[in-house]
């Protein structure tokens, strides 16, 4: 990132090679759209170029995963509810700096964790994640408590977390 | 105050971004503040970084994986080049000597005669800022550029260099020599004596202030330099008044 915010397009182009199939493949998941996810993916690494202090520090593939998917989930808003945007575009910098790294992530070992959640675990959080899905309209669909459908989340993500010990570095 | 477990309940859906904007901050504040809370955050986050991974697309094309358009690519990175190229022009200009300037200790020549020791530590003083000097005068937009073969000699604001690239090494006891020309003047006079870097490149920046000279010229002399050229002049470049 020192070299990119340097405007070197070399290392820029080394950032794309590494970080384009997340972003892309967030961005696919949320609007099922290749055109508009490629869109997505040229804006955010357009962004990173053009306003690289963007990223202060920590994880750069969390980082850059969820600007992705704010970005995507923007949209899909845009779309559905009228510009209506309730999540903040980009996480903050505090966030990033407490980041956990993740270490030899591998999107098949998160698929077979994901598929071990009860359904009514995963479904809140698949939603809310990749639907863009604020909690009042997950609780609303499923006709659940608010109360119900936060701690379904916390227990499902603490169950993927513990599922994925191998994979997360402290 | 919410009870703490319902606050942690929070902490998932901030974590997960499906948290109101109010309550997004609401959480944001408390994590400042509670430890229990934010190593909450700290043991989920990176789950949520995992579920995006979930979705990576696959490098390369098998049944029915998403993989993304090389197209894609290609057009980021057009314009990615064109704003990196426009933001450093000299780069496109001066590929050899900006390279030399910004990697080699450049060899400032400011003259034959023996200097004392307090010139000498006024030259060291001084050579830094000459350095800063000499790249912004080689990257300038605004330098006056007359190309020969082998080089340039660069103008900007009076201040004048002669750049080489690919300069052989001269024979044994032998040095460069650049040579001015004053208007208005019948005989050339002696400047600076230099060799090139190990590289081939050398960078010289003439003592004589360009507005008072015709000509600029290069030639091999014995080492110490002469009064008159004695040999062909390799580069000889007349400057536009």
Known sequence: MERVRARDAEAFETLYDRYHRLVYGVAMRVLADVSAAEDVTQTVFLKIWSSPALFRDGNFGAWIARVARNRAVDLVRTRTLHGESEIPHSIPAEDALEETALARISGERVREALAQLPVEQREPIELGFFGGVTQEQIARSTGLPLGTVKTRIRTGLRRLRHALEGQVTV | MR????????????????????????????????????????????????????????????????????????????????????????????????????????????????????????????????????????????????????????????????????????????????????????????????????GGVSIVRLPQSATDLAAVAVSVEPAGGSQQPTTKPIALVHLSS
Request: charged residues 20%; contains cysteine.
């Open chain 2, 3 to 198: 009870p703490h477990d319902e606050l942690l309940d929070s902490v998932a859906a901030y974590a997960l971004g499906v948290l109101p904007p109010e309550e997004a901050a609401e959480v944001q504040a408390h994590l400042q503040s509670c430890d229990s809370c934010r190593e909450e955050y700290r043991y989920l986050q990176p789950a949520v970084t995992a579920l995006a991974y979930s979705s990576e697309a696959c490098a390369d094309a098998t049944a029915g994986a998403v993989t993304v358009s090389p197209l894609l690519k290609a057009r980021l990175m057009k314009q990615v080049r064109a704003e990196a190229a426009a933001r450093q022009p000299s780069r496109r200009v001066w590929p050899a000597y900006a390279l030399a300037a910004a990697c080699l200790a450049l060899a400032i020549a400011t003259g034959l005669a023996d200097l004392s020791l307090s010139e000498r530590l006024n030259r060291e003083l001084t050579q830094s800022a000459m350095q800063r000097q000499t790249i912004a005068d080689l990257a300038a937009s605004t330098s006056q550029r007359y190309a020969f073969a082998g080089g340039e000699v660069v103008e900007n604001a009076g201040r004048l260099y002669i750049a080489m690239t690919g300069l052989p090494a001269p024979p044994p006891g032998r040095v460069y020599q650049a040579w001015t020309l004053a208007k208005g003047a019948q005989r050339v006079a002696p400047s600076v004596t230099f060799v090139p870097s190990s």
